[in-house]
């Protein structure tokens, strides 16, 4: 397992690689890897001959009042666990590396980005899109694993890649979560022990949530009404959103008639975090 810092080494790799016939799979992160990110790991090393994992704090997707210089970081953990799940190289750059003077070019997105994240963190989705074109067309892989932790993102990244036609698989991998129902997420080492208990509200609020779907409850607003109920008995629990979207165009949808996600965002004490379930997986 190698790390590398510059986009010619990977570039060589990846040209290496391909000279002998193996195919590649990415697995972009923010590093601080968990086992969220090892079950995306899993999935790439599972089908593509050889893994790279991106490690990369993108400023460009943090908002001006965002935690960008708070982000947990921890680079030699990281590479334990790439070594440990038989990923074959860490693409951990500088941002200038990224990002180099006079940088002007932006992948942009409407109406999915409208809704959810994009609506409470508005530059969050070009920075998104930006980046993970970079990524592509520095790695071209022939697969990309991003987590159904983040809907939306995958959401966006299935859409720009069907827009632009790029050239690669995207899998779509399960939410990994604490044996407590909490979903695994870097941000979680922000959390004191007393939010940590108070974060628990998410997944029970997620749980309700799938629980009325699967009793056919088809109102959405029936839905997250019952769900909203649930967080609000959390004092330390603050709700950015709680909505039930098209899974494919992430427009509010007041029916279950079609593929749903319901996603939600809440704030404990000053952390943001984010849950959610796709109705096909109920
Ligand atoms: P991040 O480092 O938070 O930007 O996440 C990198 C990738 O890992 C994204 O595709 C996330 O959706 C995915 N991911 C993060 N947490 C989890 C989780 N608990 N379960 C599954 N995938 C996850």
Redesign the pocket.
Known sequence: MKIVKTVAEVREQVKAWRAEGLTVGL??????L?E??A??IDASVRDNDRTVVSDFVNPMQFGPTEDLETYPRDLEHDAALVEAHGGDLIFNPEPAEMYHDGFSSFVDMTVLTQELCGLSRPVHFRGVCTVVSKLFNIVTPDRA??????AQ??AVIRHMVDDLNMPLEIIG?????EEDGL????RNTYLSAEERQAALILSKSIKLGMELVKNGETDAAKITGEMTKLIESEPLAKIDYVKMVDAATMQQIPALDRPALCAIAVYIGKTRLIDNFFTEDV
């Open positions: 697995v972009p992160t923010m590093g601080y968990h969220g990110h079950s995306l694993y991003f987590g159904k932790k983040d993102q995958l991998c399960p939410i990994i979560r979903a695994k997420s870097s």
